[in-house]
């Protein structure tokens, strides 16, 4: 391997971290104390609405005395009061009469039966952000005809607080209520603001794109492997040019173009690599993956 060099589309400051925006957290709590009543609501308290409930607290965005989540599983509500601190319940209009920011985090089978009860009870000041995949914003029109709702896309990484979110405001939303939401979702990740249209796109991407991910990285750990190493040096090695390669694209030290440049050297180990590489189809296998994972979506929206 060549030794890196400047190149073209190097930027010598980053300016962004791996895991959001960094002023998010100082943002969603201004908004919160001053625009909302200062609470957050959960509907549904799973795995996703744990990330997202976890980050907000950690974040100081707000303190858990603040939260309040419902969930039918009396196992789960009480698993997130030990380990968030939040306030659990088994009433769905509990959540809507504490909160003016609330996440409706259900399956989507269970959206008919959550939102025909929520209907009577959503008031102008409620702002209602569905993470339910593939439930477009006309569904909530119809359902909840009087409430702002916004349609939101995290991913898996919200574990982390390194989600890529991406969100769409239905037609009872303010752009007041972007700022809100972009603040809060940046808490625990980055986000962006799309049409409603290319989010079946983002869920190919973004949403399923962890999967993928992780599947190239098995495959790159096997392949080392194969060619010597023990596994548990092929994963270290693997999981941390994952995470290196990463931040020096989401920092913005390279493009992708400049950093397969900065890595390699005439004749050396990058560009023998390189040449196998651009001679297979992965470029196109990768497009029949992510279309694939697209039609699926539409399909399971009912837009197909």
């Known amino acids: 391997m060549g030794r890196p060099r400047s190149v073209a589309g190097q930027v010598t400051r980053p300016d962004r971290s791996l895991t959001g925006r960094g002023g998010g957290a100082y943002e969603a709590r201004t908004v919160l104390e001053r625009k909302m009543n200062g609470w957050i609501g959960f509907i549904g308290g799973g795995k996703m609405a744990e990330a997202i409930l976890t980050a907000l607290v950690s974040s100081g965005t707000v303190p858990a005395a ?29 959540v809507l009469a504490r909160a003016d920011v609330v996440f409706l985090a259900v399956k989507p089978q269970q959206l008919d039966e959550v939102t025909a009860q929520l209907a009577p009870h959503v008031r102008d000041a409620h702002l209602l952000l569905s993470i339910a995949a593939g439930k477009r914003l006309d569904y909530f029109s119809k359902q909840l005809p009087t409430g702002r709702v916004v349609r939101v896309m995290p991913n898996i990484a919200a574990l982390l607080a390194a989600s890529a979110n991406a969100y769409c405001l239905g037609p009872r939303c303010t752009q007041g209520d972007s700022a809100t939401v972009r603040a809060l979702l940046d808490t625990f990740g980055r986000s962006v603001e799309l049409p409603e249209a290319q ?101 399971l929206s009912g837009s197909a």
């Open 66 to 94: 603040r939260v309040v989540v419902s969930d039918v599983s009396a196992e789960r509500r009480a698993h997130l009061t030990r380990t968030t601190g939040a306030t659990t319940t088994d009433n769905n209009l509990d």
């Open 199 to 299: 989010f079946d796109a983002v869920t190919a991407l973004s949403g399923s794109g962890p999967a993928f991910v992780a599947y190239w990285t098995d495959c790159a750990v096997r392949a080392g492997v194969a060619l010597g190493l023990q596994e548990a040096d092929a994963r270290s090695l693997a999981y941390q040019t994952l995470l290196g390669t990463a931040r020096l694209l989401t920092e913005g030290i390279f493009t992708p173009e400049a950093l397969i440049a900065a890595v390699s050297s005439a004749k050396g180990t990058t560009v023998a690599g390189m040449d196998v590489l651009t001679r297979t189809t992965l470029a196109t296998d990768l497009q029949r993956t992510l279309t694939a994972a697209a039609t699926r979506s539409r399909e």
